[in-house]
Nanobody
Framework: VQLVESGGGLVQPGDSLRLSCAAS????????VGWFRQAPVNEREFVAA????????YYADSVKGRFTISKDTAKNTVTLQMNSLKPEDTAVYYC??????????????????WGQGTQVAVSS
């Protein structure tokens, strides 16, 4: 699966951004799509995920209530709407695809395919 992320950029604290993840060569059907992020001095961490079948969503505590993950079946894309952005949200954001069980939805090892990443910077 070839994944392409888009939508990153530089914004001020409190602003919003929308990231998109598209699969260029395959449907997301049967998979879960996750977003992870990595700041320069941190390990990559889970942000959010959605199961394509059923639409169940999962969030890291740090983004719950601010970020929303959703899917567009017609466009075969997954969107991460990020509101009330904070400087600590600054990172490279990666889209990933896999078939994690519920207890492993936040684990990198559950995802087989990864995008190239898109930079999000939150600064005043």
């Amino acid at each position: 699966v070839q994944l392409v992320e888009s939508g990153g950029g530089l914004v001020q604290p409190g602003d919003s951004l929308r990231l998109s993840c598209a699969a260029s060569d395959r449907s997301f059907s049967g998979y879960s799509v996750g977003w992870f992020r990595q700041a320069p001095v941190n390990e990559r961490e889970f942000v959010a995920a959605i199961r394509w079948s059923g639409g169940n969503t999962y969030y890291a505590d740090s983004v719950k209530g601010r970020f929303t993950i959703s899917k567009d079946t017609a466009k075969n894309t997954v969107t991460l709407q990020m509101n009330s952005l904070k400087p600590e949200d600054t990172a490279v954001y990666y889209c990933a695809v896999g078939r994690p069980i519920m207890s492993s939805v936040s684990q990198e090892s559950s995802y087989y395919y990864w995008g190239q990443g898109t930079q999000v910077a939150v600064s005043s």
